[in-house]
């Protein structure tokens, strides 16, 4: 039934507490589960009416700084060893990070569903405009897996290069491991300037690299790691610039810095990215 689409899973326990408590002709078993959700759900109402109700949006907000600052944090690292030669463990542990990323994102999006529903027939006068601000957290979501996948394929890369790092071009090792490294402490401060400005960086870097002069073999490993990088800056370049609605006062400091030139996507007022909420 579309209407019961979204509870399949208590569709599914209502009619195994039939099943072993009676039989399935048994009208009283099931009537009396029914009521039983009927009571639970006018307390809920109740309580939503008596008691001052939360919304979940922050808590959204938060799951996606942490997941961004520990994505900051992966690339960080991975610059620090790359400059004294990483080792095979060194890798495995990347891509364990990135798996445990991926195991939060998952974590983000069932906390985004609490928020939505805690938004429904929530009497707050803020509500309609908090929930419209969350709205842009799905794409936030979405372009932060693609984040993590590029930055476990890079990690891959590196590991199953047929050169290890410590035999890397120097120049190509050195200013590459510079751009990473500037980039991871971008993304773990939320500074939407400097992202742009290093993937404009890794651009120029790109365009003025002598491909003739890397070692022989050594091409398509540069072109995987820098495709990647790319990648991510630019996934999270848009994370930067989402620009949700104006919620409501007060509002916390936006951690992200926009240019005062930059403009707002639909000429709305500046607001920080990930639908940064204000407190209740």
């Known amino acids: ?25 048994n009208g009283g078993i099931l009537g009396s589960r029914l009521l039983d959700s009927g009571i639970g759900i006018a307390v809920g109402l ?13 808590s959204a907000a938060r799951q996606i700084d942490v997941v961004t600052e520990r994505l900051g944090g992966v690339l960080s690292e991975m610059a620090a060893r790359l400059s004294s030669g990483c080792h095979p463990a060194d890798v495995d542990d990347w ?5 445990a990323l991926d195991r939060a994102i998952d974590r983000a999006w069932s906390v ?22 969350a709205q842009g957290f799905d794409d936030i979501l979405g372009r932060l897996g693609q984040a993590v996948a590029e ?31 500037r980039a991871g402490g971008a993304i773990s401060t939320a500074d939407a300037e400097t992202v ?26 540069a072109g995987a790691v820098l495709v990647n990088l790319r990648n991510i800056l630019d996934a999270l370049d ?12 007060p509002t916390l ?26 407190p209740s």
């Open 151 to 181: 930055t476990r394929s890079m990690a891959r890369t590196i590991g199953h290069a047929s050169l290890p790092t410590a035999e890397w071009d120097p120049g190509f090792q050195e200013r590459w491991r510079e751009l990473l490294a």
């Open 46 to 58: 109740l309580v939503n009416l008596l008691v001052w109700p939360p919304l979940r949006d922050r």
């Open 95 to 99: 891509i364990a990070k990135t798996n």
């Open 238 to 249: 848009v994370v930067a610039d989402a620009q949700p609605v104006e919620v409501p006062h």
């Open 112 to 133: 985004l569903a609490q928020a939505r529903e805690s938004g429904l027939l929530n009497p707050r006068r803020a509500t309609a405009r908090r929930m419209r601000a």
């Open 196 to 221: 742009t400005s290093v993937r404009a960086d890794l651009t120029a870097y790109a365009e003025e690299l002598a491909v003739g002069q890397l070692r022989e073999g050594f091409w398509p490993v």
């Open 1 to 25: 039934m579309r209407g019961l689409q979204d509870e399949t899973t208590t569709t599914a326990a209502t009619a195994l507490i039939v099943l072993t408590n009676g039989y399935s002709d």
């Open 253 to 278: 400091r936006p951690r992200f810095r926009r240019r005062p030139d930059q403009p707002t996507a639909g000429g709305l007022s500046p607001k920080p990215p990930r639908g940064r909420i204000p």
